[in-house]
Structure formats: structure tokens, C-alpha cells
């Protein structure tokens, strides 16, 4: 009866001090703790979202929602670890107490939480030196997220509280200057961007995606792994999401960054994210079954909610880096008897058991799995290594032996700091300690999401460690191409983009060539020798010349023999016909040196064919223009002889001006300036001479004859084509003589010819100045002159001469001339009274009396001169009366 009695008070006493165990902190901030001679405040966001944080317009109190599963097993390792400390030695006769709070992952909350924890008598005072602040709780671990460690940690600095975190990575936090209270049992987020490049580039993977968060630890890491990649990765896309959950905008921001995600070429995606917003763009995918390689970040490779998805397996392969995990002796079996231990109080047990009983009443409406198997418990690791490590610290603060601790426990948080800093313990087998940053250095532990069935599970497949600078991965995997750039073949080199790492294939340039694959620049051909572009290789230059065999000299020599052909045809008709009227008319003489001059002008042409030589070279332009000088030279005789005939309405400027008429020393002093030119060109001048042209470009080197001096061959062609423009003034100034008497006409048109085709020929022929062509084109403006000159001046008259013969008759010609006599508008006929014989006109008709007509002014000894007398004393009759007429018609209008 007795013994039954004293188990019933020890219950109620028990009772009791379960009921008086209190929180001076509002519920609301404080779910969890337990009292004891030290301590130590958790900071875990065991709820994830606040509801409508957006729309807080009053400071009133947070309301939190979405239980999450990670950070409650946290909390509870933290709990664990304390309670397995309390009944271990390290701290004999100290027990550590313990305050859980519940940011909720609001910075503006977790402030809040602070305060009341540093609160003495729930006032937090405001002294000028803390160095004897002495506050209820002494040391904080958390917060998991690294915008809520920043937050936390700035205000921390003024008290100088240890502050030890298990997951914030963000490498703003090793600066002791700002954050001096501040330590990690994690590495920097520095190493995980080393760590992701390394396994990035393991893979030869290049052409990335990156989506991260908005906040402290988003862009930081993100700016950590731009700078460490850097001219290794290129990051096709980089999106940015906002890491609240309840945010306003949050789907747009998903569907947008899912979108990105599906158009981009990249593969492979890192994702910088809360393991919240993971889910939602796994979703996206899976929806529209689109599939990548996924790179997790620290923050949610190890989430096991996110491996029991729905169709999870049709998103890809998925990689990251967990920070180096481990299990916890017997957490396990505290997880299936979970309860607050005697002397504490848990709220978020409660609720948790709370909502599984809703899941076993109404399992379409549960929102929380069972934490037996949802999770991966050596997330916990983290938070029994911290709880170690402080413990340490207050080990070698407090004094501590095997037996007992001497120092005080109602100590300044600043004295902890400086204990924590130097620690140095083994635990489960691996050693740990602080680096001078307040980080540990151990490494990350490669993971890989295998499929099992319909799910995920997550296996450590690799390792990285911070000694050794470099992944080390277990298995082999098959690699997926995710290049931004396909592989460059021979003859084309590298070109980086505006992305250092990505490269355009672009080809060699001429000159030089690449012989393999994917080379960073070109190479350049030895003397001697060139390349085209994109060539692997480089090849000896070819001669290019007007070859006999090729296309363009066939066709010259074939226009040349045609015109050459016609020439001595020309010659033929001309000698055999030389007393017909229009022979006559064209001089014989002239005609003859006319073609003779054509004749060496074709030749010329001959003389651009073939591998220039320095006879070649001087033929081609000494015979053309010796030749064409002589035919221009023969028509401006004719053209002179023209002209005098339109002077005799002038008869003392006509007397004046024949003197200058003497055909034969006219062409040779005419030729001979020419030929003058020459001389000085070839000899006192530099003169033409073969020469190798390269454009600059292409394996084409031109042998070409060089005029040697520009100046000796703009004075030849200019001196032919002064001759020309004199041609063509005289002709124009007769065209008013009778046309059977003159050709004007014919050499107006020759002439316009000749100077419209050497026009045109100076700005082609410099523009091909250093090819082939610009033989071709001297060559055909030389063809198309001598052309224009035959076909003026020798076919009309050939085909006069031997088809139109009725036309070539005097008879004919008489009757032309006077129909000309009664178009008085028409008439060039002078008809001058006083009966006097004009010594230079050769023409007296009796039947006329003392009139003279006076119809040409050609000279009596020019052998082409024709006596009207003649064909007036043939066709006397025919005419007589109607010059009679005429003369009668101007008598009457001289009286007047």
C-alpha cells in the first residue's frame, strides 16, 4: 500500500513540474523548450509560409502556416542531442535548457523571435556596453535559411551571442567584421560553387540554365557560381524567383521561369531554390514532360518530399551536393516514441501528431506525411554536430573535468564566442573545428535522385573534398551532349561569344587553316604558300593568265579573226572597185592606210594571249596604238578635207587653211607623234613589263603586264583620243556639205564610238587592275573601236559597191543633187554671180552662164575630187531648166 502511495505523489509531483514548466515567451514565438542552467535558443522554421505577410499593414502578431517536415526532424535532432548530452559526461552537473522558435522563414519575424530571447524580464535593454549583458539564453542555433541567418546574425553582432547555423551557405556570413558572432558547421557557399563547377564540368557540360532565388542566399550563391565559372560555363538563361512562397506573383514568376526552362537549347539547369519552389517548377515540367539534367543546391537536394512526386521520374536526372551527412545513434527509435521529454513542452509535436491523426480521418485532406519515412533523417546530422561543438564551448568556458564544471553559467555570450572559435573535437568518428571564417572545411557529399518504381531515392555517389579541389565520383554515368557549341571542324577555328565559355565555329580566315578539331585559332600558311577559307590546309598559288585553251582568249582570237577577215575583205572590194563613184568618194588612198592601221590594231589583240613576256608586254600597246593612230590620223584627213569644203563659204579662211592639207605628211606626222610617245615611253619611261598580281586574296596570282609608267599610257591613249575628239569636231562643223560629197556622218559615229568605249574602259580597267581581266578589257575596247570603225566606214560602202550598184551610179548621184538645188531650205549650193571661175571649185557650167555653182571645196589635186563639169555636160537636159530656175528665184531676191 505504501509503495503504491509513493508512486502516486511521485506522479503528481512529476505532473506538477510538467505543468510548471513555462515559457516567458509568447507561445506564438516559442513551441518548444525546456529549462536548464545554460541555454540555447533553435531557430527552425517549422512552418514555412506567414499568411498574407504582403498585406501587413499593422504590427500585429504572425500567423504561420505549411508545416514542414525537414525543419521539425531538425528541431527534433537539436532536442535529441541536447538530451543525449544531459546524461552524458562532457558537462557534469550542467544541464542544458533549450528554447525552440519559428521564424515561419520571415526575416521581420525571426527579429522578433530575437528580441524576446535576449529580453531580461521581457524588457530588452538598451546599454552603452554590453560586455556584461548577460541574457537567458546564451547561444542560438539556426536559422536554416541564409537570409534569416543575415538578418539574425547583424543584430547578434552587437551583443557578440554565438550564433552557430547548420544550412546557411551564403558567403557573406565569413566575414567577421560584419558578422563577428557568426559560425557554420557547413562550408561556404564559395566551395559549393567550386563543387558545382567541378561536377559541371566533369560532365563536359557547358551550356547551363540557372534559376534562383530572390533573396540573401539566392544571389548569393548565384554570384558565387558566375565568378567561379567563368570562362568555363555559360549559363544560357538566368531566371530569378522570389523566395516567399505567399508571394503575390509567385505562379506568374513559376510559369515564366518554366517557360524559359523549356525553350532554352540548355540541358542542364542548377536551381538555387527553396525546395518549395522546386516542387512548383517540377510541376510545370511534368505537366508539359519536359525533361533536363538537374542540379540541386544544398537547400533542397536532400528534401525527400520532392522524390515521392507524382511522376517525378519523367523530369530527368537529378544531381547536388549535400553538406556531409551522417546518422544519429538511436534518433531513430526517439522518432517512433515521439514525446516531449519530462520537464519540457513541445508544441509542434502536438500538432504534428495532430495533423497525422487528420490524415488517418480524412487521408484525401492530409498534409503531412509520417516523419518515419517522408524524410531523410541524417538531414539531423547537421544540428547534433552544432550542438557538439557548442556544448565543447562550454566545456572549456565553464572549466569542466570529469567530474564537474567550476565556471559560472549565468556568463557574457561574448566569453562563449571566444571558447567556440578554438574548438577542436571528434565525433562519430570525424574530427571538426572552426577555420579562421567561423566555417568548417570538411566537404560536400555528392548525391544522385535514382529512380525506384515511381519515386526517388537518394544515394551518396561522390564526394567533394575542399583539400583536394576536385569531384570524385563513385560510378560511371552516361553523359548527355549539352554543348552550346558544336565541335569545330578542320578549317574552322573558335570565336567566343559574349558568354566567355561559348564558342561560334567560324572559318579560317584566307591565309590561314586549321588541321583538326575545335581549335582555339588559326594557323598561318608558310611562304609560299595560301589558303582559301575554311581550308585545312594550305596549297601552292596558280598563275592565272589569258591562256590559249581558256574561254575568254578563244573568244578574243575569234572576234579578232572575223575583224581581220573583214578588213582584207574591205581591202579586196576596195582595190577591185576603186573607180566606182563611191570609192572615189572615199578616197582609195585613205581607205588603204585606214586598214592598214586596223590590221596592226587587230594584232595587238593578239598579243594579250598567252604567258605575258617583256616582247609581249610592249607589243600590246606599241602595235595598238601605232596602228589605231594611223587609222584615226587617215580619218581626220578625211575629216579636214570635210571641213575645208564647209570653208568655202569663206573662200580667204578656205585659201588660208588648205595649206595644211598634205595627206601623206598629215599621217606621218600624225603617226609619228605617236610614235614618239612610244619611243619615250619605252625607253626614258618605266616601261611595260610582266608582273605577278595578287589581289590579296584567294590562290589566284595574276601574271600581268604592267604599263610600268601610268603617265606614258594615259599621253598614248590620250594623244588617240585627241585625235578622235578633233575627228569628231571637224566632221560635225562639215556636216552641212551634200552627203554625197562628204561622210560626216560616218565619222561622227565612229568617233562617238571610239571615245564612249575608252570612256568607260578607264574605271573598268583600273578596277581590274590586278587580274587577268584587265586584259580582257583593253583587249575588247581595242575590238569594239576597230569594230565600230569598219562597220562605219567600209561595210556600208562594201555593200553599196557591190549590191546597190543603180545607186552608185553619176546619173543617181546627179539627180540627188538636184533635188538638193530645189530644197532651197536644204540646199548647201551657193550659186554667186559674175561669171567668174572660182580657181579651187573645178567646176564650170556653160549652160549657166556667168553663174558658177560652187558645190564642193575639195582640192583640184585630191585624187577623190569630183567635177560636177562632168556630170553636168552628161545630164545637161535633165537639169538645165531647173537651175536656170533657181538662179532666176535668187537674182530676183538680190534686187530686192
Known amino acids: 500500500m505504501k509503495s503504491h502511495l509513493e508512486v502516486c505523489v511521485l506522479a503528481v509531483m512529476m505532473l506538477s513540474m510538467g505543468l510548471w514548466v513555462r515559457c516567458d515567451i509568447p507561445s506564438s514565438l516559442c513551441g518548444a523548450y525546456m529549462e536548464g542552467d545554460v541555454n540555447i535558443a533553435i531557430f527552425n522554421s ?61 526575416p521581420t519575424k525571426a527579429l522578433h523571435c530575437v528580441e524576446h530571447l535576449l529580453a531580461i524580464n521581457d524588457s530588452l535593454p538598451a546599454l552603452s556596453d554590453y560586455s556584461d549583458f548577460r541574457p537567458p539564453v546564451k547561444a542560438l542555433l539556426g536559422e536554416r535559411y541564409s537570409e534569416l541567418s543575415i538578418a539574425i546574425a547583424k543584430l547578434l553582432s552587437l551583443y557578440l551571442c554565438p550564433q552557430v547555423s547548420t544550412q546557411s551557405s551564403a558567403p557573406v556570413l565569413s566575414d567577421k567584421l560584419r558578422y563577428p ?21 566533369h560532365f563536359s557540360w557547358n551550356w547551363v540554365g540557372v534559376v534562383y532565388g530572390d533573396d540573401d542566399y539566392g544571389r548569393a550563391a548565384y554570384q558565387s557560381f558566375v565568378e567561379e565559372s567563368a570562362g568555363k560555363i555559360c549559363a544560357d538563361f538566368e531566371k530569378m524567383v522570389p523566395h516567399y512562397l505567399d508571394h503575390v506573383d509567385i505562379e506568374k514568376y513559376i510559369k ?11 540541358k542542364v539547369v542548377l536551381l538555387i531554390l527553396k525546395p518549395q519552389l522546386v516542387e512548383k517548377i517540377f510541376k510545370e515540367m511534368i505537366q508539359t514532360n519536359t525533361s533536363r539534367v538537374w542540379i540541386a543546391s544544398d537547400v533542397w537536394s536532400l528534401y525527400r518530399p520532392l522524390t515521392k512526386m507524382n511522376d517525378i521520374k519523367k523530369v ?47 487521408p484525401s485532406n492530409c498534409t503531412v506525411d509520417d516523419i518515419l519515412y517522408a524524410v531523410d533523417h541524417r538531414e539531423a546530422y547537421g544540428e547534433r554536430v552544432a550542438i557538439y561543438a557548442i556544448a565543447h564551448g562550454l566545456r572549456t568556458l565553464l572549466k569542466c573535468d570529469e567530474t564537474a564544471c567550476s565556471g559560472e553559467t549565468n556568463f557574457p555570450p561574448w566569453k562563449l564566442v571566444e571558447s567556440m572559435r578554438s574548438v ?33 531515392i537518394i544515394e551518396v555517389v561522390g564526394k567533394f573534398l575542399l583539400n583536394k579541389g576536385d569531384v570524385e565520383i563513385f560510378s560511371q554515368y552516361q553523359s548527355i551532349n549539352n554543348s552550346c557549341s558544336n565541335s569545330c571542324i578542320p578549317g574552322y577555328v573558335k570565336n567566343q561569344s559574349k558568354i566567355s565559355c561559348c564558342y561560334n565555329c567560324v572559318e579560317c580566315p584566307e591565309g590561314k587553316y586549321t588541321d583538326g578539331y575545335d581549335l582555339p585559332e588559326c594557323l598561318k600558311c608558310p611562304d609560299g604558300k595560301w589558303s582559301l577559307n575554311g581550308s585545312s590546309k594550305c596549297d601552292e598559288y596558280l598563275e592565272i593568265y589569258l591562256a590559249w585553251s581558256n574561254s575568254y582568249p578563244i573568244a578574243l582570237l575569234v572576234a579578232t579573226a572575223i575583224g ?30 585606214m586598214l592598214l592601221g586596223l590590221t596592226v590594231s587587230f594584232v595587238s589583240v593578239i598579243m594579250f594571249i598567252g604567258r605575258p613576256t617583256v616582247h609581249h608586254c610592249r607589243a600590246q600597246q606599241a602595235l595598238y596604238g601605232l596602228g589605231f593612230t594611223l587609222c584615226v590620223s587617215c580619218i581626220l584627213v578625211k575629216a579636214y578635207r570635210t571641213f575645208l569644203a564647209f570653208m568655202a563659204f569663206d573662200p580667204d579662211k578656205q585659201h588660208q587653211l588648205k595649206k595644211l592639207y598634205k595627206p601623206v605628211i598629215n ?50 591613249h590620250g594623244y588617240i583620243a585627241l585625235l578622235a575628239f578633233i575627228c569628231f569636231f571637224l566632221a560635225f562643223k562639215g556636216r552641212k556639205v551634200p552627203h554625197d560629197f562628204n561622210e560626216t556622218g560616218v565619222i561622227i559615229f565612229s568617233m562617238l564610238i571610239h571615245l564612249f568605249v575608252w570612256l568607260c574602259f578607264i574605271p573598268i580597267y583600273i578596277e581590274r587592275n590586278k587580274t587577268e581581266q584587265r586584259h580582257i578589257v583593253q583587249a575588247s575596247a581595242i575590238l569594239v573601236s576597230n569594230y565600230g570603225i569598219i562597220f562605219c566606214h567600209f561595210v556600208p560602202k562594201c555593200y553599196i559597191v557591190l549590191w546597190e550598184l543603180s545607186e552608185n551610179s553619176r546619173a543617181s548621184i546627179m539627180g540627188r543633187l538636184a533635188g538638193g538645188i530645189k530644197d532651197d531650205a ?41 567635177k560636177t563639169e562632168d556630170f553636168f555636160n552628161m545630164d545637161r537636159g535633165s537639169i538645165d531648166s531647173t537651175v536656170s530656175h533657181h538662179v532666176q528665184l535668187r537674182q530676183r531676191h538680190s534686187t530686192k
Open 424 to 456: 577542436n573535437f571528434t565525433l562519430d568518428g570525424n574530427r571538426y573545428f572552426f577555420d579562421e571564417h567561423g566555417d568548417f572545411v570538411d566537404g560536400y557529399d555528392l548525391i544522385m535522385w535514382k529512380e525506384n518504381g515511381d519515386e526517388r
Open 667 to 716: 599621217l606621218v606626222l600624225l603617226t609619228g607623234a605617236q610614235g614618239l610617245i612610244l619611243l619615250l615611253w619605252m625607253t626614258l619611261g618605266k616601261s611595260p613589263v610582266p608582273d605577278i598580281k595578287w589581289p590579296g586574296s584567294g590562290l589566284d596570282k595574276y601574271v600581268v603586264c604592267d604599263e610600268g609608267s601610268i603617265i606614258g599610257f594615259g599621253v598614248m
Open 564 to 593: 581581220l577577215a573583214l578588213v582584207f575583205t574591205s581591202f579586196i572590194i576596195f582595190s577591185v572597185h576603186r573607180y566606182t563613184t563611191v570609192i572615189k568618194k572615199a578616197d582609195n588612198t585613205m581607205s588603204c592606210f
Open 46 to 106: 517549422i512552418h514555412s509560409k506567414v499568411i498574407d505577410l504582403h498585406k501587413r499593414t499593422r504590427p500585429q502578431p504572425f500567423v504561420c502556416t505549411d508545416f514542414d517536415l525537414v525543419t521539425f526532424l531538425q528541431s527534433l535532432g537539436a532536442i535529441f542531442t541536447i538530451e543525449e548530452i544531459n546524461n552524458s559526461m562532457l558537462l557534469p552537473g550542467i544541464k542544458l535548457g533549450y528554447k525552440v522558435f519559428d521564424p515561419c522563414a520571415s
Open 256 to 266: 515564366d521561369a518554366a517557360k524559359t526552362i523549356r525553350e532554352s537549347s540548355a
Open 826 to 866: 536644204a540646199s548647201d549650193i551657193n550659186i554667186f554671180h559674175g561669171g567668174r571661175n572660182t580657181p579651187d571649185s573645178g567646176i564650170i557650167s556653160p549652160s549657166v552662164g556667168p553663174f558658177v555653182i560652187e558645190i564642193s571645196a575639195i582640192h583640184k589635186d585630191v585624187s577623190s575630187t569630183i
Open 181 to 201: 558572432s557568426f559560425m557554420r558547421v557547413i562550408p561556404s557557399d564559395i566551395y559549393q560553387a567550386q563543387a558545382l563547377v567541378k561536377l559541371i564540368s
Open 316 to 362: 530527368g536526372k537529378i544531381f547536388g551536393f549535400s553538406f556531409t551527412m551522417g546518422n544519429i545513434p538511436g534518433f531513430e527509435d526517439y522518432l517512433r516514441n515521439l514525446r516531449p521529454t519530462p520537464g519540457a513542452r513541445n508544441d509542434y509535436i502536438e500538432e504534428y501528431k495532430q495533423q497525422r491523426l487528420n490524415c488517418s480521418l480524412w
